[in-house]
């Protein structure tokens, strides 16, 4: 069963940091492309970044680049975002979701399997 678990998030001061992490389980690490979004009260989801299992090429949204950053721990099955510079405009509920194969989108419909959420709260 494949299984994605969301968590790190939290309240903080604009300018500060986060670390979300996302533990993955029922899939091989390779064959998966994970991505990171988000959903703010009243609007979309919205992809942030992805990171491919087979070779770790990543794309990030316009609005978090130089900001986030993907990472992966392949001993751990588990992928990170780490949220740096935030901003009041980056709260929201933070998802991360798997699709089968190497294919970077950040697309919500792209894929299959969705984590939980977990809520950040960036206060002004």
């Known amino acids: 069963e494949v299984q994605l678990q969301a968590s790190g998030g939290g309240l903080v001061q604009a300018g500060g940091s986060l670390r979300l992490s996302c533990a993955i389980s029922?899939?091989?690490?390779?064959?998966?492309?994970i991505g990171w979004f988000r959903q703010a009260p009243g609007k979309e989801r919205e992809g942030i970044s992805c990171?491919?299992?087979?070779?770790?090429?990543?794309n990030y949204a316009d609005f978090v680049k130089d900001r986030f950053t993907g990472s992966s721990d392949r001993a751990k099955n588990t992928r990170y975002l780490q949220m740096n510079s935030l901003k009041p405009e980056d709260t929201a509920v933070y998802y991360c979701?798997?699709?089968?194969?190497?294919?970077?989108?950040?697309?919500?419909?792209?894929?299959?399997?969705w984590g939980q959420g977990t809520q950040v709260t960036v206060s002004s």
């Open positions: 029922g899939f091989a690490f390779d064959d998966y492309t």
């Open positions: 990171i491919s299992g087979s070779d770790g090429r990543t």
């Open positions: 979701a798997a699709r089968r194969g190497r294919y970077l989108t950040l697309t919500p419909a792209f894929y299959t399997y």
